[in-house]
């Protein structure tokens, strides 16, 4: 279940309505259900403005004068925005997992610069571990070549993927082996690290210890395999001292992690009872050397999570540290939540640092209903997507399928149908309807000379007006999905009002009419265009050419400010969605 995240009744309609699968906006009665339940909540809305209501709850939304994106329980609203994917284990290839959490961590990346906020998003790999060192031998490669060049390729995915991240680390850099070497020694100070021995399962693939009862058939609960750890000296860190302290903090934080239902397997797992958690290695040498004992290397999670921490500069760079952190929210898969949600806020407990504000955790992506693995021989490159299907068509697809949160099933079929209905034939073809009317029929120009507004052209752009409050929730509380509902139904309501104020016609029977609603189109298209830069970047910038909006006015704070200038020339429209192809086995 996703966590409900818009105040008033009308919003949490609007929740409900947003709780779609892919074939929604494709099936016209859906389509019609979920205008309705839109068109109820902007009504409550533009009523709950006008009588400035501040009733909240906890899990709402405040509006806060001098906020930039809606404040929430974990988030003012103004401050420097740090977001960071997990930094991505380089034993193998990137694959749509990867892409995915990218493409999350991106599209909420760049809503909060649009929106005035100060950011660092941040990305990277994790380089060191059994799992690695392993990789890097079966390739006869030195571990340090070999993750050289699998870093590289991660490097690329993000610049194919169009992904703004402003620092992109690798925990094989000298200044974050320093950091985490500081760590560990706050650590020690601090008398939360002693040195003991370990024997028990291991998981390779999961870099993970798990004890008899978490095995289900003699796997860890991952479906990784598991072996038995031969007793060697360790250090560990004492979870078991953070166990009231972290049930403490998440019952004063609930919004601590999301959604819901990982909240509720964290406290799960924290309630079972917390052992004290082996840190160092002695079988292998392929990490960070513990400060005092080379004969140890740092058990691969407490070097992997100090990335959020060595990037902006702990501790030597006090100042950017202390402005971006603690993160506003980290981005995870569930099956590393644990690490997250558990281990690393204890760490920062124990050093006396802050911890991150939110943790998120999505789901899965299956295809056509199996398990991804490489055995099954259906692992999906994001790249090839991109090259197949174009950017901005994999983007949308992507954030658009799932509720984030929630796994998510691949297909082919379902790409092509979401990108050709939502993209193609809705945004694309009111974007060139519109601005071939306007170029042919008002000299190249936004129409000039415009009739006072009808109820209906007021009606549909007090919805786009309304647009940036409701995108503003859904990103801010890592709803994606929501956000990309709320745009799909906008256009889908600028298509009904051209459809029904028929410009076509009225060009033969009243040219001042028509213009007028061409002119109100187009500053809906303008609206829109700027509202979806995060998910599609180049095809939201491609439409605001072809708008003539200047590049220096493509910001959040131009939506209400910034209407489109009449008289300003346009150039000859051109399509910006090619409708694509499905092929059975592509």
Not at 434 to 442: A, E, G, I, P, S
Request: glycine fraction near 6%.
């Amino acid at each position: 279940m996703v966590v409900s995240l818009i105040a008033g009744q009308g919003s949490r309609r609007l929740v409900a309505a947003f709780m779609t699968t892919s074939s929604l906006f494709t099936r016209s009665e859906n389509v019609q259900r979920i205008r309705r339940s839109i068109d109820s909540t902007w009504t409550r809305l533009s009523i709950n403005n006008k009588l400035q209501s501040t009733a909240r709850t906890t899990r709402c939304f405040s509006n806060a004068p001098n906020s930039k994106t809606p404040q929430t329980v974990f988030d003012d609203g103004t401050s420097p925005f740090q977001i960071t994917t997990p930094i991505y284990y380089v034993n193998d290839k990137p694959h749509i997992g990867h892409a995915y959490t990218s493409l999350a961590c991106d599209v909420i990346a760049r809503y909060m610069r649009l929106s005035g906020r100060e950011v660092f998003f941040l990305s990277g790999t994790d380089e060191h571990g059994q799992k690695v060192e392993t990789s890097a031998h079966k390739r006869g490669m030195p571990p340090q070549d070999f993750v050289d060049e699998v870093s590289q390729s991660f490097r690329k995915l993000l610049t194919e993927l169009n992904i703004s991240n402003d620092g992109f680390i690798r925990t094989t850099d000298d200044q974050h082996k320093k950091s985490v070497q500081y760590l560990w020694q706050k650590l020690v100070d601090n008398g939360y690290i002693y040195l003991g021995s370990y024997e028990g399962w291991y998981s390779i693939r999961d870099e993970c210890y798990y004890i008899e009862s978490e095995l289900v058939d003699g796997m860890a609960p991952t479906g990784s395999e598991v072996t038995w750890q031969a007793k060697e000296p360790s250090y560990f860190f004492k979870l078991s001292a953070f166990e009231g302290k972290l049930l403490k903090h998440y019952e004063d934080n609930p919004e601590f992690v999301g959604p819901e239902t990982r909240k509720n397997e964290v406290l799960g797992f924290i309630k079972g009872g917390l052992r004290d958690l082996s840190i160092s290695r002695t079988s292998f040498k392929w990490g960070v050397p513990v400060p005092g004992d080379d004969n140890h290397v740092m058990y691969v999670w407490i070097d992997a999570l100090a990335n959020y921490i060595s990037a902006i500069g702990y501790p030597h760079d006090e100042e950017n540290f202390h402005k971006f952190w603690p993160a506003n929210v980290h981005i995870v898969g569930k099956d590393i939540l644990r690490f997250h949600a558990v281990y690393w806020p204890a760490f920062l407990m124990a050093a006396g640092l802050p911890i991150p504000r939110r943790i998120f955790a999505h789901g899965w992506w299956t295809k056509d209903g199996e398990k991804i693995s490489k055995s099954l021989g259906n692992v999906i490159d994001p790249l090839k997507l991109v090259e197949k299907y174009g950017l901005d068509q994999t983007r949308f697809f992507l954030m658009a399928e799932v509720n984030f949160g929630n796994d998510g099933d691949f297909s082919h079929e379902k790409l092509v149908r979401k990108a050709n209905t939502n993209l193609a034939n809705e945004l694309g073809n009111l974007c060139q309807r519109t601005l071939t009317m306007v170029f042919k029929n008002c000299n190249k120009a936004v129409p000039s000379k415009i009739l006072p507004f009808t109820v209906e052209d007021e009606a549909l752009l007090t919805k786009t007006q309304e647009l940036r409050h409701l995108c503003g929730e859904a990103i801010s509380s890592q709803a994606i999905h929501k956000y990309v509902a709320a745009m799909v139904s906008m256009v889908w309501d600028a298509n009904k009002y051209i459809d029904d104020m028929e410009p076509w016609v009225l060009r033969k029977t009243d040219e001042e009419r028509m213009a007028t609603v061409l002119y109100v189109l187009m500053e809906v298209l303008r609206v829109t265009a700027i509202l979806y830069q995060p998910l599609i970047p180049t095809s939201a910038n491609q439409i605001l050419d072809q708008l003539g909006i200047p590049e220096n006015e493509r910001t959040f704070n131009h939506l209400e400010s910034g209407a489109i200038v009449k008289g300003a020339p346009i150039s000859k429209p051109t399509g910006v969605f090619p409708r694509l192809d499905f092929e059975a086995n592509p």
